[in-house]
Structure formats: C-alpha cells, structure tokens
C-alpha cells in the first residue's frame, strides 16, 4: 500500500501506474521519473500525469464514487514534494501537444494500451466482496448440514463402520 496523508492509494491502482510507467519508459527510451528537470523527461512526465488523469479523474470534484487516485498520489509516486506540480504538469499538456505532435502520439498509443477507464470501480469492489462473504457463508452452512447428516446416517446404520 501507498499511503499519503489520510488517503491510502489500491493496490490494483498503484500497479496501474507501474505499468503506464513502466509503458511510457519504452516509449521515450529513458525513465521518465529520473532526470531531473530536463525538458524531455518534464514533457515525458507530462504525458504521464495526463494519462493518469484521464483515467482517473485527478482533479474532478464530485465523483459518484470514491476517488481512487489523487494529486498527492501522483506528486509522492513521481517525487515532487506536493501536488502544485502535479497540477502545472496537467495544465501545460495541450501546449505541449500543440508544440510538438509526438507527445500526443505517444499519449494516444498508450492510452489505448491501458484504456482511459477505471474498469472495477472500489464501491462495486466492496459490494462483490460482500457478496462472496455471503456465498461463502451459505457453503459453510451447507457444508456442517452434509457432516452432521452423514454423521447421523453412520450412528443409525451398525453396518457402517
């Protein structure tokens, strides 16, 4: 678990963004995270955060469901101090876009890699889990009704053993 503040980040989100990282290193040729404050590895980063951002919604109030990913997420993940940057990272991506084509290629080509949906909602996650408790009661239930009613056919029956 990542933890940051109150917020704690899903262990399925937080492997999403290994691998949109990870995804967007093959990409560029270098690790995007690494590298200071050169403008390619700033521009890469761009990209990053805004692939994060379409897919999660960073910095959209008022989501039916509970917000999975944060700006302070994204800013702890990357190793800015706060999200402030994170935010000028987000604002400046269509300037980019407009300067230079190929980071909205690149941006398109891994989107589309890793869908700009968050597929498995954590509200419904819960409900499933309830769910499956539930079944897995009822089994257990089911389970201890077969023992004691073999246990009862063996005490009436001398001939098994």
């Given at each position: 678990?990542?933890?940051?503040?109150?917020?704690?980040?899903?262990?399925?989100?937080?492997?999403?963004?290994?691998?949109?990282?990870?995804?967007?290193?093959?990409?560029?040729?270098?690790?995007?995270?690494?590298?200071?404050?050169?403008?390619?590895?700033?521009?890469?980063?761009?990209v990053f955060v805004q692939i994060l951002h379409k897919k999660y919604g960073l910095n959209i109030?008022?989501?039916?469901?509970?917000?999975?990913?944060?700006?302070?997420?994204?800013?702890?993940?990357?190793?800015?101090?706060?999200?402030?940057?994170?935010?000028?990272?987000?604002?400046?991506?269509?300037?980019?876009?407009?300067?230079?084509?190929?980071?909205?290629?690149?941006?398109?080509?891994?989107?589309?890699?890793?869908?700009?949906?968050?597929?498995?909602?954590?509200?419904?996650?819960?409900?499933?889990?309830?769910?499956?408790?539930?079944?897995?009661?009822?089994?257990?239930?089911?389970?201890?009704?077969?023992?004691?009613?073999?246990?009862?056919?063996?005490?009436?029956?001398?001939?098994?053993?």
């Open positions: 678990m990542f933890i940051r503040g109150k917020t704690v980040l899903s262990d399925y989100v937080m492997s999403d963004m290994v691998i949109i990282h990870k995804l967007l290193n093959l990409e560029f040729g270098f690790n995007i995270l690494e590298g200071g404050r050169k403008r390619e590895r700033v521009d890469a980063r761009r109030q008022g989501k039916a469901y509970t917000k999975l990913l944060t700006l302070e997420h994204v800013a702890s993940y990357i190793g800015y101090n706060n999200h402030s940057s994170v935010i000028h990272l987000l604002r400046n991506f269509e300037a980019l876009c407009a300067w230079d084509n190929y980071y909205k290629l690149v941006y398109d080509k891994v989107l589309k890699q890793v869908g700009d949906t968050v597929l498995v909602k954590e509200n419904s996650l819960l409900e499933q889990k309830r769910m499956l408790l539930e079944q897995i009661q009822l089994i257990d239930d089911q389970l201890i009704l077969l023992k004691d009613e073999q246990k009862e056919n063996k005490d009436s029956d001398p001939t098994i053993w």
